[in-house]
């Protein structure tokens, strides 16, 4: 099925180990994947199982220990900052705690500014630049008007959350990391942010990567799944193939964790 | 901000510590600006006078002469020159003239000069007395009885042409000036040091340069730790392996050590108060720059530091900005730790003699030393150390309330 | 019927924002809790929910203001109390709080263990360290968590493992009601799952008395509370029994809200989940009429008029809308039959 699409992010044997000795997590173990261009790809696993380090590697925040790993075919190169920059420009993130991904001593017009001066709009005139940032807000359904001049802490989670996927619609990256988006977010609006997203990747031809818990999100939206355990990936492929046909036990006990409503939920296996 | 502010003087042992630091701040300033005394200057001819108010003898001579009587006066001037050894001198002569021992009452100035009035004769032989005895005895039953006198005394000047006396004036035992009409009166509200300088007014200007010390000496010490600290935290690697073999050289050999060789090698006519200032702050970064970095290490790693990376901002912004601020209320907690040990230090080095030349200003530290040298703690001149080490203890005290206070605004244990 | 452990009455509360203005976040909120029973509580993200939870426990520090309203707890009026005072003697006690992403708030630097003795001591100064590590031991045993985790630092926790954690210590002074904000959010479906039962334990043991549930995740609220409310823009729109809210929804934005649920089964992907398009209005100066009407498809001119009343639908179900419920459900009937 992905005859004739190019990998844009791939890696080989990918590890990453913390600590020494005693303390040594082997958080992601030699994995493997190509992530082709214009798919949607979820990555699901439990809490602990690497999906957050292998994002941040895949981002170039932290160094792999071993492995390779390739950018649009190529082996990726960030040596210098200067590499760096430009590699975020074709990259970007939504981090998993929207409480914690902001510098408090910043106001909200800063953190989109940024997202603007990073497309090279700098020097735009600052009518255009509300401009800008006022559509990007709308699409997360948030009014730029209330949010000028706030800090983050004066948002509810979700306010934060939005924000952050609103930098995306500013930045229009190939890749996007999105590393449990939509956790604090209303069904409804997860709804309307997750369609407006796949209508900017229908645009731009961006790949999104989602990582999260959600198999009902994963499902709804991935073309592509993987199921991470213990830093390894114990199964990947259509999200039909994965998630209603599981094969393996780690992903058939996760599915049938999902909290049910039009069945009997059984607490009484974990 | 303004909020973290308001909490801050929510906090009771900060607001003590801050208003004692303020007090002393105060009178620092304010103080010089009433007695404009040059704080070393020597007014008194003589070591260690006791604190009190001095009146000018001529010039209470030439101010209004005032009559009043008080019944206990003349008992009180005489009580004032009959000292403890002269009682017992007394009592003694008595007994051995043959006085019971039961009716001298060596403390009751009245009945013992009575006694004494009524039986001294100083022909009486006694056995075993030498002759300086004697002549000892005649002397004292003559200034008694100038004392007893109720006679005034005569002031009288030197004619300059007749090289006679001339009498200017009589007091009288009942005389008495007004201190407020004595054009010269000093009061001393902690006496004199052993140089006959004004230890209030020297305390004062020793507390500001002091303070100054600490503040310069706790700035220095703060910078360097702080970039340091931020530097190798946040840039890690090899940048971080040299900062730290220097921060742990440091280590390894006490700063007060440190401190000792190079203050000694200066040499005491170049140490001014600055370059112990400077000197004390250069030795005294280490905690600073290994606290520093511990924290930035820990924030490095943070999410917000991740989305200021992404958003394509350099390194020294990310390290103006996004660390900066998080550790700024930790770094002012080490500031005020910095002021107060600097300000210790200063003190440790004068006690020692390597403090600043002693010529220029007063320190805490040089006072310290001062009144060891001449012995005051030897010689119960209270007067010349106790207030200095009252204001030391204070100044540490009321920064380390600070302190404290900041800690649990800034790091509260879990929020509920 | 049980009796009430928590009543909240027309409670009115604001935000005074730096520049001055009034954020209303949550404006006329009334709800009763009663022993045994549970609430949840889901809504539009910024509708006031987490505002809502520090409201009902009296924890007014500034930017947020008490304005009007009564909140008795356990029969004790708490409203207009001093807010330190109420730490002292409400929080923990009589309510234990666990704010949104508690978890991630922990300090790194200290074990499990001083965060309970920094609890308990602020209650009972006197008791020595063996006792409060014997009384979070035997706590630790009975919901089920290893006690080696009180001698660990939050960062070797598991996230699971950490809010559960949480959960433990916040309810370590057998409280009489537990907020719970979004304590789920972050966790796989497994450590879900696993805060869930214990959240069930903690009720059906009698350590808890009744709990407030404050999540997005709609299935998860049908699994655990009795009963569900909604909030839109500091209102609540609908207040149902967990089930009814679910199955039957009344209000267009409840509506929307259960229509977008994502439950992984065959027929999702080809579903068009309902999304409903428009911002919700500014706390600020929120319109006159219906707070939903801007975003509503059964919008009138009347609806923008007046302030809706929260009406009655009988069963213990109440509403906020013009329409009559019947008409609403018929529509709501409709359109899934249609997907
Ligand atoms: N900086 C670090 N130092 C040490 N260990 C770490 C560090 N970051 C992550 N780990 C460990 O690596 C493992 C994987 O963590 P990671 O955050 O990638 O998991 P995750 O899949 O994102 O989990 P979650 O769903 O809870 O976010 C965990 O065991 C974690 O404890
Ligand atoms: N400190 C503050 N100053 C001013 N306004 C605030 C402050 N905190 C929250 N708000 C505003 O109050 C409203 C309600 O916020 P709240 O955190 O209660 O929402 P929430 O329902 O919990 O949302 P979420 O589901 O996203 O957590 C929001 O519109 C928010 O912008
Ligand atoms: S009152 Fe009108 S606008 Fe509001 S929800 Fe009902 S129909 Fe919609
Ligand atoms: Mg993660
Ligand atoms: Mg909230």
Known sequence: MNAGKKPCLSGRGVTKEFGFGRNKTVAVDGVDFDFYEGEIISIVGESGSGKTTLAKMLLGLINAT???????????NIGS???????????????????????????????????????????????????????????????????TNKYPFELSGGQQQRLMIARI?????????????????????????????????????????????????????????????????????????????????????????????????DLSTV | ??????????????????????????????????????????IGQGTFFAPGIYVNVYDSMGSPHYTILLDDAAAKRIADKLDDDDRQAIKEWLVAAGISEDAIEIENTESLLDLWVNNFDPTTRIPGMTNADRNYYIRLNTALDGLLSTEGAIVASVNPETGALEEKGVIRQTDYVNVNQVPNVRVLPLGTDNFGRDVLTELVQATAVSLRIGIVAGLIATFIGLVLG?????????????????????????????????????????????????????????????A?????????????????????????????????????????????????????????LSILGLGPRTTDVPTLGLMMNWAMIYQAHILGKWWAYFPVIIVIALIAFSMNLMNTGLDQVFNPALRD | MGNAVLEVNELTTKYITRFGENIYAVDHVSLKVEEGKSLGIAGESGCGKSTLALSLMGYYFPPLYYTSGQIIIDGQNISGMDPDEVRKAILGKEIAYIPQSAMNALNPTQRIINFIEDVIEAHKPYATKKEIYDQAKSLFEVLGLPAEVLNKYPVELSGGMKQRTVIAISVILSPQILIADEPSSALDVTSQKMVIKMLRNLMDSGLIKSMIFITHELPLLYNVTDDIMVMYAGQIVEKAGAHEMVFTPIHPYSQGLMGSIMVPESGLRDKKLTAIPGVPPNLKNPPSGCRFAERCKYVMPECRVTSIPLRDAGGGRAYRCILPKEFLMEAYERERGER
């Open chain 2, 1 to 42: 901000m303004k909020h973290t502010i308001r909490q801050v003087f929510r906090s009771g042992k900060f607001v003590v510590g801050f208003s004692i630091f303020m007090g002393i701040l105060l009178i620092v300033t304010f103080y010089p600006l009433i007695i404009r005394d040059a704080p070393l200057k020597i």
């Open chain 2, 292 to 348: 520093v970095r511990s924290q930035v290490i820990s924030l490095r790693n943070r999410d917000h530091v991740n989305l200021s990376k992404l958003s394509g901002h350099s390194i020294a912004h990310i390290i103006a900005f996004d660390i900066l601020p998080y550790i700024a209320s930790y770094v002012v907690m080490a500031l005020i730790l910095q002021i107060s040990s600097g300000i210790l230090a200063e003190a440790g």
């Open chain 1, 81 to 147: 900052h200067r590499k760096k920059k430009e590699y975020w420009k074709s990259i970007q993130a939504i981090f998993q705690d929207p409480f914690s991904s902001y510098n408090t001593f910043n106001k909200i017009d800063s953190v989109l500014l940024d997202c603007i001066r990073m497309r090279g709009g700098g020097r735009l005139p600052r009518e255009k630049k509300i401009e800008l940032m006022t559509e990007a807000c709308s699409f997360v359904n948030l009014k730029f008007e209330e949010l």
């Open chain 2, 230 to 290: 931020l530097v190798s935290g946040y840039i890690g690697g090899l940048v971080d392996d040299v900062i730290m073999f220097i921060t742990n050289l440091f280590i390894v050999i006490p700063s007060f050590v440190l401190l000792i060789l190079i203050s000694f090698s200066i040499g005491q006519e170049q140490r001014g108060a600055f370059t112990i200032a400077v000197v004390i702050g250069f030795t005294s970064w280490v905690w600073t720059a290994r």
């Open chain 1, 169 to 265: 619609f500013l930045l229009k990256p190939q890749i996007l990391l999105a590393d449990e988006p939509t956790s604090m977010i209303d069904a409804c609006s997860r709804t309307t942010i997750l369609d407006t997203l796949m209508q900017l990747r229908d645009e731009i031809g961006m790949t999104p990567i989602f990582i999260t818990h959600d198999i009902g999100l994963a499902y709804y939206v991935s073309d592509t799944v993987y199921i991470m355990e213990r830093g390894k990936f114990v199964e990947s492929g259509t999200a039909d193939q994965v998630i209603l046909n599981p094969k393996k036990p780690y992903t058939q006990r996760l599915i049938n964790d999902v909290p049910k409503i039009y069945e009997e939920w």
């Open chain 1, 66 to 76: 071993e492995g390779d790993i390739f950018f649009q075919g190529k082996k990726r």
